[in-house]
C-alpha cells in the first residue's frame, strides 16, 4: 500500500461533459503519473508532476490537463469528454528513497457514453 | 524511442510448476531500470521485481527471479513453484530518464498467466 487513493473509483459520463479525475497520495512525494489502461496496450502515460505547478505531456496527452497545486493532489481533466477516452485510468507516486520505484493507485474505471 | 516487447499475450502452467514471461526492450541507453508489476483481477498494479542495468546479478524476490540479458536487451521473469495467486496479467516495463530530474516508464502490453489446479 502505498499510501495512494483515487476518486472517483467509478464513473459513467456523456460525451461532452467535463470530468476531472483526483489522485491524493499521503507520503509527500515529489513525482506523481497518470497512465491510461487500455486491451492491447497496456499502460501509457498520459501526463506527470515532478513537484506543485510543475507538470509534463507523456505518451498520450491529446484532450488531458492536470493540475498539482498541492504537493498531496494531483488532478487529472477531460475538458470535453470523448468516447474514446473510456479507460481505466491509474494515478502513480514515484519513491525516491530506497527504490526509485512507481507504485499505483487503484484505478478509475471511466465509461463515456 | 524506446519499446518493450512482451510476445506471449496469454500463458498457462500448472500449480507447483515453473514458468517463463518473456520481455525483450529497445533502447540505446546504458543506465536504466527494468521491471515486473502483477495485475490481478482486482486491476490493481503490484511491483513483483526490478534490476538495474548496471547491475550483472540477475534479481530475484523469493519464488521470483529475472534472467537479464543486457547485450541481448532480454528481461525475462521466471515464477517458481507458481501458485493459484500468481494468476494475473503480468506487464514488463522499462523506465528512462525524461529530463528534470524525472523518469518515464514505458510498458509492454502485458501477458496474462493462468494457473492451472
Known amino acids: 500500500d502505498a499510501g495512494i487513493t483515487q476518486s472517483p473509483r467509478h464513473k459513467v459520463t456523456e460525451t461532452g461533459t467535463p470530468v476531472t479525475l483526483r489522485c491524493h497520495q499521503t507520503?509527500?512525494?515529489?513525482?506523481m503519473y497518470w497512465y491510461r489502461q487500455d486491451p492491447g496496450h497496456g499502460l501509457r502515460l498520459i501526463h506527470y508532476?515532478?513537484?506543485?505547478?510543475?507538470?509534463d505531456k507523456g505518451e498520450v496527452s491529446d484532450g488531458y490537463s492536470v493540475s498539482r497545486s498541492k504537493t498531496e493532489d494531483f488532478l487529472l481533466t477531460l475538458e470535453s469528454a470523448t468516447s474514446s477516452q473510456t479507460s481505466v485510468y491509474f494515478c502513480?507516486?514515484?519513491?525516491?528513497?530506497?527504490?526509485?520505484?512507481?507504485?499505483f493507485g487503484p484505478g478509475t474505471r471511466l465509461t463515456v457514453l | 524511442a524506446q519499446t518493450v516487447t512482451q510476445s506471449q499475450p496469454e500463458m498457462s502452467v500448472q500449480e507447483a510448476e515453473t514458468v517463463t514471461l518473456s520481455c525483450t526492450y529497445d533502447?540505446?541507453?546504458?543506465?536504466?531500470?527494468l521491471f515486473w508489476y502483477k495485475q490481478p483481477p482486482s486491476r490493481q498494479m503490484i511491483l513483483v521485481i526490478r534490476?538495474?542495468?548496471?547491475?550483472?546479478q540477475n534479481a530475484t524476490e523469493n519464488r521470483f527471479s529475472v534472467n537479464f540479458q543486457k547485450a541481448a536487451k532480454s528481461f525475462s521473469l521466471k515464477i517458481s513453484d507458481s501458485q493459484l495467486g500468481d494468476a494475473a496479467m503480468y506487464f514488463c516495463?522499462?523506465?528512462?530518464?525524461?529530463?528534470?530530474?524525472?523518469?518515464?516508464?514505458?510498458f509492454g502490453k502485458g501477458t496474462k498467466l493462468s494457473v492451472i489446479p
Open positions: 507520503e509527500n512525494h515529489r513525482y
Open positions: 516495463a522499462y523506465r528512462r530518464y525524461s529530463g528534470a530530474g524525472s523518469y518515464q516508464l514505458t
Open positions: 533502447t540505446s541507453e546504458s543506465d536504466y531500470y
Open positions: 508532476s515532478y513537484g506543485v505547478k510543475d507538470t
Open positions: 534490476q538495474e542495468a548496471y547491475k550483472q
Open positions: 502513480a507516486i514515484r519513491r525516491q528513497v530506497n527504490t526509485d520505484t512507481q507504485y
